[in-house]
T-cell receptor, first 109, second 115 residues
Framework: GQNIDQPTEMTATEGAIVQINCTYQ??????LFWYQQHAGEAPTFLSY??LDGLEEKGRFSSFLSRSKGYSYLLLKELQMKDSASYLC??????????WGAGTKLIIKP | DTAVSQTPKYLVTQMGNDKSIKCEQN?????MYWYKQDSKKFLKIMFS???????INETVPNRFSPKSPDKAHLNLHINSLELGDSAVYFC??????????????FGPGTRLTVL
């Protein structure tokens, strides 16, 4: 079957750096997405990776290794507003988006 | 200015009833989606429409039927509601077809509670 694994919950301190990992087993690969979802709100797009390597966008970076079926989202200079769930999603060979359950990130002062 | 809108935001109803959730996008996107997010927070795709054609139809019960009167609208009709249908339903749209690398834009969600 197809599977996306992420830690259920992580805690970090304001101003620090946190890395959220995602591993996937899917039938084919056509890109990996990271979305942010605040409690009670809709998911919003953060990043997209289709080739191996690091994509940087401000305080957020996303890394992909296709051979390892692995990605991570790196958040720097954490702010309280970064408290949210972070969803990893992979497009499989049928271009169907398979979603992980998300990682709830708690930021403490 | 709302890009993807859904109504209603909250829906509380009895088992066995029929209900509809409306979705509209003003982004000019070609593809629209319906997702179900259950209590465990898994987002599961239910349907997607591209230019009024159903292109993904996941194994959802046939009590759920998407209706798209035009490219900007994708409504979700649910017959004979069951307790297990309680969840948050998100509508989304994307500018290209499902094979694009494009992002999806989500509506605010409709929290459905079946009593």
């Amino acid at each position: 079957g197809q599977n996306i694994d992420q830690p259920t919950e992580m805690t970090a301190t304001e101003g620090a750096i946190v890395q959220i990992n995602c591993t996937y087993q899917t039938s084919g690969f056509n890109g990996l997405f990271w979305y942010q979802q605040h409690a009670g709100e809709a998911p919003t797009f953060l990043s997209y990776n289709v080739l191996d390597g690091l994509e940087e966008k401000g305080r957020f970076s996303s890394f992909l290794s296709r051979s390892k079926g692995y990605s991570y989202l790196l958040l720097k200079e954490l702010q309280m507003k970064d408290s949210a769930s972070y969803l990893c999603a992979v497009k499989d060979s049928n271009y169907q988006l398979i979603w992980g359950a998300g990682t709830k990130l708690i930021i403490k002062p | 200015d709302t890009a993807v809108s859904q109504t209603p935001k909250y829906l509380v109803t009895q088992m066995g009833n029929d209900k509809s959730i409306k979705c509209e996008q003003n982004l000019g996107h070609d593809t629209m989606y319906w997702y179900k997010q259950d209590s465990k927070k898994f987002l599961k795709i239910m349907f997607s429409y591209n230019n009024k054609e159903l292109i993904i139809n996941e194994t959802v019960p046939n009590r759920f039927s998407p209706k798209s009167p035009d490219k900007a609208h994708l409504n979700l009709h649910i017959n004979s509601l069951e307790l297990g249908d309680s969840a948050v339903y998100f509508c989304a749209s994307s500018p290209q077809g499902v094979d694009g690398a494009d992002t999806q834009y989500f509506g605010p969600g409709t929290r459905l509670t079946v009593l």
